[in-house]
């Protein structure tokens, strides 16, 4: 046994500059963790909206940067028209004191919003002197729209829900624990690279990791989410209606389901930015959160899990 620990040790050696980004990486943790968290319990939907939408604005200034280095010159004006507008909308709509807007309406809101900025997009392309750049800058700017701003806004929709705190509180413990097992484990004991080719560093051991770390972190607390809340709201972190009370014990079975399927998504989300971003020849989408990059490789896992949420909350409406 005392072999096997020091041979974990031994391969948990960090370098000098990892030990430096390790540290960037904790204390931007310490200080933006206990402000993202008051801001999904307690913040107001439009609070939230508004914060979200400038999230949503600087994530895509980093990802059509990355654009760039596909030779691709985006509609950046255009796209951060649309973007603004989009989330404008859901500002002025939760600033009237009434539920934002039902999951329904959102749902087809968020499909028309997907389909005109596709044509608003290809139309300002025929502007171009060079019609040969037109097709690939309105594509790059359809998937910014797609790719970013839409999960994020589900995130908004989904905090003005019944329970949204709460759900959101789940979801970020799910991506935010998988990811830190997935760094430690893969660090001390990764062995099987899983796509080389894509994120060198990423292990079939960590993938691992993350998966159980999430099932039991994530899962425990939904679990016990009647319990949870119920703390909470002494605590004075939600409001009842943010939490889930009173409810019976749910089956583990369809909490775990739930919990893996959120934790692949978060997976895949972060192994398709190390694509955008091999391809681009950066390491970093940006350097605004020290030792953690650019927002979008913030919040990559959190763009491919939250709709998979969103997509059970609003079946959970309907039922």
Known sequence: MSSVVKNWFKNFEFSHQEWRVLIKRIVTAVVLIPIVLLLVLRAPVAVVAVVTGAVALLTIHEFLKLVEA?????????????????????????????????????????????????FVFLTIAMRRED???????????????????????????????????????????????????AYFVGKSMGRHLMAPRISPKKTWEGAAASLIASLIIGGSLFYYASEVSTAFLQWGLIQRRDGMFGLERPALLPILLLTAA???AAQLGDLVESLIKRGAGVKDSGAILPGHGGMLDRID????????????????VTQ
């Open 70 to 118: 596909y030779g691709v010159q985006p509609l950046r004006k255009p796209t951060y028209g649309a973007v603004l507008l989009f989330f404008l909308l859901l500002v002025v709509n939760a600033g009237q004191g009434k539920p934002l807007l039902s999951t329904e309406i959102f749902g087809v809101a968020a499909a028309f919003a997907a389909t005109i900025v596709t």
């Open 131 to 181: 019609l040969a750049t037109g097709y690939p800058a309105a594509a790059a700017s359809v998937f910014a729209f797609t790719y970013i701003a839409l999960p994020l806004a589900m995130l908004v929709q989904l905090r003005q829900q019944w329970a949204g705190a709460f759900l959101i509180l789940y979801l970020l413990l799910v991506v935010w624990s998988g990811d830190i097992f």
């Open 262 to 264: 959120l934790n692949i």
């Open 301 to 316: 896992a959190l763009l491919f899990a939250a709709p998979v949420l969103w997509v059970w909350a609003a079946w959970r």
